[in-house]
């Protein structure tokens, strides 16, 4: 069917019917008005509805900003076994969107997630089995779930498994490894994969590849990564390098 008239109350007949790309293009359409007809269907209990107006409430995506209202939104969606609802629900209690901070519930519905075959829900459980917060810390099994989204093609797990192998941690020292994972990341668009497939490029003396990829960074780094970042291009050997460094610094400013 073609995309529901927004202008009319959806019924759980409508919701029933709809397909990935209809939901697609209700993403796509004019903010407040979907976001009116997006909150009807919430109301209907449709997980994929509530996990939308979770994520918009967040956002302010023709709705006012209100983090409290996109956890309770989240949740909804979560206790339905809703992936990217259980997902987002460990980040709302990771961060403390919404209400108070709580490890323990974040872990538990990033595993829920990622069991459930969610790629971002694997990155974000295996990062809290890496510090553990809120579950005992396990350097093997998180590495494994980097693995698992990985295997998905998650670029941000591709570079926490390069960190694995620059390091030497649960796997053999392997600059190699690290080199063709962290060129994964950078690949994938993960700012952090582009400042150490970077690195490493400077290290083997592609001095032009490395420029190439530093220039991606500030595109998406956050500025407090851009400023460590450029700390560390300070201490280049190469005054190109250490240009960029300092002009990540100042950006970050």
Not at 75 to 94: D, I, V, Y
Not at 212 to 238: C, D, F, I
Request: proline share 4%; aromatic share 12%; net charge negative.
């Amino acid at each position: 069917m073609s995309a529901p008239d927004l202008h009319l109350s959806p019924t759980q007949a409508v919701l029933d019917s709809l397909l990935p790309q209809d939901w697609q293009a209700l993403v796509h359409a004019e903010p407040v008005t979907a976001a009116r007809w997006m909150e009807a269907a919430a109301q209907l209990g449709s997980g994929d509805a509530q996990a939308i107006c979770g994520q918009w409430r967040l956002d302010g995506h023709g709705l006012p900003r209100d983090a409290q209202a996109a956890r309770s939104y989240f949740l909804k969606a979560a206790q339905q076994a809703h992936p990217m609802g259980m997902n987002m629900a460990g980040r709302c209690f990771e961060n403390g969107w919404g209400g108070e901070a709580d490890f323990f519930a974040a872990a538990n519905w990033y595993r829920q997630a990622a069991h459930s075959g969610l790629d971002a829900a694997m990155y974000n459980y295996a990062n809290l089995l890496a510090t553990g917060q809120g579950v005992a810390r396990d350097d093997e099994a998180a590495l494994e779930w980097y693995r698992h989204a990985a295997a998905r093609g998650h670029a941000k797990s591709k570079t926490k498994i390069g960190y694995f192998y620059e390091d030497g941690r649960v796997v053999a020292r392997d600059l190699d490894a690290a080199f063709v994972w962290f060129e994964g990341g950078a690949l994938g668009g993960d700012f952090r994969g582009q400042f150490n497939y970077a690195t490493l490029l400077a290290q083997r003396g592609d001095l032009q590849a490395a420029l190439h990829w530093l220039h991606k960074v500030p595109a998406t780094a956050t500025p407090a990564y851009q400023r460590k970042a450029g700390e560390k291009l300070m201490q280049s050997n190469y005054p190109e390098i250490r240009a960029f460094g300092e002009k990540m610094i100042e950006n970050a400013a």
